[in-house]
């Protein structure tokens, strides 16, 4: 079936520092999307991207769509404490839309 | 303006127990979607429908059966819960023409002993 792998399962990072992300999968996926997930609450949608190669930003969030179609980055800039929480990449099964597969995702924790 | 409303936020039954986990949304959007999750594993689809009247089965359906209401609602049922169904379960919904851009419910936590 479709995969898609996030690694690792947590990261440590302090206040300030910038944190990278990636996921990547060894199938093709059309659209690329990353969630985040605070305790406590369902995830929610931080940036799609739907063209290989595309670069999107959100405040301090950049996400890339690799250029295989393979793989995906979450970039986070000056991390702050509410950055907390778990980061799912996601894409659509093949030939249904409407069908989202996710990674496992991986814990961000910040350090003041 | 609720988005999607999960109910209930958490329940405990015994092994055996049946059960039915309520989802309802006003956000117009024609999909729904039943998900759970358990550490390290992700957000896994248990069952999905695409529009009012039609539901599929995900990578998960075993021990599940779900029904679309009409376009609002969409409820995952537990017909004889079991230990390996303990977890968080999130309903989502998505919009036609808007891939992958879901909305989530904030869960129900439910634990089977």
């Known amino acids: 079936g479709q995969q898609l792998n996030q690694s690792p399962q947590s990261m440590f990072i302090q206040e300030g520092e910038d944190v990278s992300m990636n996921c990547t999968s060894s199938?093709?996926?059309?659209?690329w999307l990353w969630y985040k997930q605070e305790p406590g609450e369902g995830p929610v949608l931080l940036i799609a991207l739907y063209k290989a190669g595309e670069l999107t930003s959100n405040g301090r969030l950049t996400a890339q769509f690799g250029i295989t179609r393979k793989d995906s980055f979450l970039n986070i800039s000056a991390s702050i404490p509410s950055d907390v929480g778990i980061y799912f990449c996601?894409?659509?099964?093949?030939?249904?839309?409407?069908?989202?597969?996710f990674g496992k995702g991986i814990t961000l924790s910040v350090r003041p | 303006n609720a988005g999607v409303t999960q109910t209930p936020k958490f329940q405990v039954l015994k092994t055996g127990q049946s059960m039915t986990l309520q989802c309802a949304q006003d956000?117009?959007?024609?999909?729904m979607y039943w998900y759970r999750q358990d550490p390290g594993m992700g957000l896994r689809l248990i069952y999905y429908s695409a529009s009012e009247g039609t539901t599929d089965k995900g990578e998960v359906p075993n021990g599940y059966n779900v029904s679309r209401l009409n376009k609002r609602e969409f409820s995952l049922r537990l017909e004889s819960a079991a230990p390996s169904q303990t977890s968080v379960y999130f309903c989502a919904t998505g919009g036609f023409g808007v891939s992958g851009k879901l909305f989530f419910g904030s869960g129900t936590q439910l634990s089977v002993l």
């Open positions: 199938s093709i996926f059309n659209t």
């Open positions: 996601a894409g659509p099964y093949t030939g249904a839309n409407s069908k989202l597969t």
């Open positions: 956000m117009n959007h024609n999909s």
